[in-house]
């Protein structure tokens, strides 16, 4: 079993930076392809960025150029750096593999883009 735990949102300026985490137990993260999601209000989840065991990215196209996912397989743990931040970005944002499991969703953590 995998459990989730979601950091790093805040509230934050259109065109400034935050970095999520997702930290994970479980030894079966290292081989899992992780993604980031996020939900905004009214909208359905989607999947922003994912990241294979092996290091290979991909990225939804609205964030593309502005968002980076990482991985740090010996401490089982997923980054989101996301720059140049728009309003909307904001939405609570989520890690689970990809495609998703209903079993892994955590709580997620909300980022807010406002001046």
């Known amino acids: 079993q995998v459990q989730l735990v979601e950091s790093g949102g805040g509230l934050v300026q259109p065109g400034g930076s935050l970095r999520l985490s997702c930290a994970a137990s479980g030894s079966i993260f290292t081989i899992l392809t992780m993604g980031w999601y996020r939900q905004a209000p009214g909208k359905q989840r989607e999947l922003v960025a994912a990241?294979?065991?092996?290091?290979?990215?991909n990225y939804a196209d609205s964030v593309k150029g502005r968002f980076t996912i990482s991985r740090d397989n010996a401490k089982n743990t997923v980054f989101l750096q996301m720059n140049s931040l728009k309003p909307e970005d904001t939405a609570v944002y989520y890690c689970n593999k990809a495609p998703p499991s209903p079993k892994f969703w955590g709580q997620g953590t909300q980022v807010t883009v406002s001046s």
């Open positions: 990241i294979s065991r092996d290091g290979v990215t």
